[in-house]
């Protein structure tokens, strides 16, 4: 199981640890590091930077967000990155919700969603392929666009810039059963949100046929420290932020995924008492079981003693949420 950082999305400004973080990574033997983007900064620009300050590490988007580009400028940025960083690019992709999608960029969120995803990596693939132009007549993407209120004269296109590699990794944030499954065949892995190694089953189905090489990268949060329940605060203010705050009362992925992992009545009242305002109480009803399962919070040895539970699944690479480079150093040390 390899090691991957995950520094996730800025929230009022720059973290300015972020890109110590990446070098210390990268000195203790991590294969990746990853950024992400919601509705501030942006995906890549991150990932540009800490880029140019590094030589080995690979370089990930967990997530870059479907509906802020177009497939082929997603596909620009990636090639683009990968060029500069020596081929350590891997492409993280995601659809958000419909909250996000309508609200931040202004365009409806797709009546098939399973659809969209497959139509966006197939014009992104062929982007990296450049064995010819790019040719697509899909529900949601169209190359060159056909649409009444064109003009008619697009033009299909193959990129100018020759992309360093056709297989540069293309892997999926998927949550549901189906968009689990879909991304075995289509993607080269899955970058689930919230992963417990005591309930692998509930994806037992929807991983059936995994193909040779396929990553599963979890992200987790990672905290060396004495005190567990303090160490397990920052993990349940993250879940009662996604679970309440990062949806709709009738349509959040977030939501639907922690009742499937076993905390439906749980998953509810966090919602709800979120929704209510009462964002404080929401993040205290988070169970601290299922804080605790997706994450490695506490002493050393109790961390080792969980971390063979993930090296003992099918998880790959697993993505860590790193306060300090203490716990980056320990779990090194653990997982060498």
């Not at 090691?3 to 972020?18: C, N, S």
């Not at 639907?256 to 009545?265: H, I, K």
Request: aromatic content about 8%; glycine content about 10%; proline content about 7%.
């Amino acid at each position: 199981m390899r090691l991957g950082l995950a520094l996730g999305y800025w929230g009022r400004g720059p973290d300015p640890r972020h890109l110590d973080l990446a070098r210390e990574a990268e000195n203790l033997g991590y294969d990746s590091v990853w950024t992400a983007e919601a509705w501030g900064s942006d995906v890549f620009t991150p990932l540009t930077w800490i880029a140019a300050h590094t030589s080995r590490i690979r370089l990930g988007t967990a997530i870059a967000q479907m509906a802020a580009r177009a497939p082929t400028a997603t596909a620009m940025h990636a090639l683009t990155l990968d060029h500069l960083s020596g081929g350590r690019m891997m492409l993280g992709l995601g659809l958000s919700g419909p909250q996000v999608v309508e609200g931040w960029y202004g365009r409806p969120f797709p009546a098939s969603p399973l659809t969209a995803t497959r139509e966006y990596v197939e014009v992104i693939r062929q982007v990296l392929r450049r064995e010819a132009p790019v040719e697509i007549d899909g529900r949601f993407h169209s190359h060159p666009y056909r649409g009444e209120d064109g003009t008619g004269t697009g033009k299909a296109l193959k990129p100018i810039t020759h992309p360093l590699r056709a297989g540069l990794p293309v892997l999926l944030g998927a949550e549901g059963p189906k968009n689990i499954a879909q991304t075995t065949r289509i993607a080269d892995g899955w970058l689930p949100l919230y992963w417990s190694p005591t309930r692998a089953d509930v994806y037992e189905a929807s991983l059936t046929g995994v193909p040779e090489g396929f990553m599963i990268a979890p992200m987790a949060r990672a905290q060396v420290c004495d005190d567990v329940a303090e160490g397990l605060l920052p993990v349940k203010a993250m879940l009662g932020f996604y679970i309440g705050g990062m949806g709709h009362a009738t349509r959040n992925f977030h939501a639907d995924l922690m009742a499937r992992m076993g905390f439906e009545a749980e998953a509810h009242r966090v919602q709800e008492l979120f929704l209510a305002g009462r964002r404080e109480e929401a993040v205290l009803a988070v169970p601290d079981a299922f804080a605790d399962e997706i994450s490695l919070v506490g002493p050393r040895e109790r961390i080792a003693e969980r971390l063979e539970l993930w090296r003992g699944g099918p998880v790959t690479d697993l993505l860590v949420t790193a306060p300090d480079p203490h716990t980056l150093r320990v779990l090194a040390e653990l997982n060498s």
